[in-house]
């Protein structure tokens, strides 16, 4: 039962920097793509006059169409909703079976951890990365499923809250990603200032410096109602993501700010 | 004195899609650089085995060491602060003046835009990308500069505040990466949901789905003392810092909530 999926630690995903921090577990990768409402995907055109990636921001979610009951410690695909352009999309078919190299990253700051000097400074992050082969979700079946999945990711229950599923133009002009995913790798800090004994044994730095951590995390405000929706009352699916996430990162950047064990120094 | 610089519209950076929400200018764009906490930083290896664009988390910010007294209406180059490895810095350093390729993205998350039917949903939000070649920095004056610069960008003011400057092995041990920037482009949503007239004409939807926007915003916690230092009174630069942020953050968001027009449909 408490078998733990890791993705396979090769040249290229590899944390040199800090590796205690480091994990190939794919439950903590998965859930902190997941916890991110905002992915950055990064490839490359296929001009080879230009040498700078590409990196778009896209919403995305964990998830596996073949197997449904798939939790974040099973091998699962990432979806991948956001404009790419056609020519990118060319490309991603005309690659084979493959698809389209695609880097997926995510990055949650928690905190700012303030220590004696800024030598010393860090954040409190989550950050995960996703290695892939992306290809457009051309299965109707698998299409829809994915849309509802996004959308969902983002809002629990909401495909279901409003006029779905979408009409065939609709489906026409959606473009899902899916990323086949081939490795990844996970960074966390949480802790207190780790600060060097040169500092810490200076009375004058240690009487005059606060340090500690400045909790940082992502609040759901007040619904502003807008558009052409007649309902008043928001709806018991908002005001309940609302609750839960603002308890559920508030808590998290707390207890990261009060966990022990500090890690050594900067970043 | 209204002169407003723009990067170039060239192949790379032109938004295609929903181009009324692009930017190209410089102070749009720089802010939101500036108002990231964390930057996704994006490159390749040289390896032409290695498809996957390596993809870091780094700290960032605008500055100009040529023209210190440069605003961000002003040509200026991304400092970051964060590790890259010693084989991707002596890639930077061997490919002549220019330096490494990079793509340096920011995306800020404002508000979850909550339409009548799902392919209208969105998200309020700013994002930014800038492309240019990565040195380190290696003059000493520059690179304190940057330090301080970097630093002070996370908390005003903190550089002070701390024991600073940092020693000879400090020095030594931080890598300070400067990127010339060639280009770049922001895209900007605000405002409420913008759903079809095949769906705001229909009664039964209307009458049963809430539509607006949830604003999102970061938010900073109280500070958790801990470390090594004495100071028990959470400092003024800290206590201001908090207060400022989520003055901003919450404002913005909920500013871009309730914005007039609302752009079309799915982002």
Not at 188 to 210: H, L
Not at 236 to 265: L, M, P, Q
């Amino acid at each position: 039962m408490a078998r733990t999926l890791v993705y396979p630690k090769v040249d290229k995903n590899t944390v040199h920097r800090k590796s205690d921090r480091a994990s190939y577990d794919l439950q903590t990768i998965h859930s902190i793509i997941n916890a991110t409402p905002v992915l950055h995907v990064s490839f490359n055109c296929s001009d080879l006059e230009d040498p700078f990636p590409t990196v778009l921001p896209m919403i995305g979610t964990m998830g596996s169409f073949e197997h449904p009951s798939a939790d974040l410690n099973d091998p699962m695909d990432c979806y991948l909703h956001g404009y790419v352009s056609s020519g990118i999309m060319k490309q991603a078919r005309s690659r084979a079976e493959k698809g389209l190299p695609i880097t997926v990253a995510a990055t949650k700051v928690d905190g700012i951890v303030l220590s004696l000097t800024p030598n010393s400074h860090s954040y409190n992050y989550r950050s995960a990365v996703l290695f892939g082969y992306g290809s457009l979700v051309e299965n109707l079946e698998e299409k829809i499923w994915a849309m509802k999945l996004i959308t969902d990711s983002v809002v629990p229950g909401r495909w279901d809250n409003t006029r779905s599923p979408p009409d065939g133009s609709e489906m026409a002009s959606t473009t899902i990603l899916k990323v086949k995913v081939v490795n990844g790798s996970g960074k966390v800090r949480t802790g207190g200032p780790g600060d060097e004994k040169k500092d810490t044994e200076r009375e004058d730095v240690v009487e005059r410096v606060w340090t500690g951590v400045v909790p940082l995390h992502e609040s759901v405000g007040e619904p502003v109602r807008g558009g052409a929706g007649r309902v008043e009352r928001v709806p018991e699916h908002i005001t309940s993501f609302r609750d839960n996430v603002n308890e559920t990162n508030e808590e998290y950047a707390r207890t990261a700010a009060a966990a022990k064990g500090s890690a050594g120094n900067a970043y």
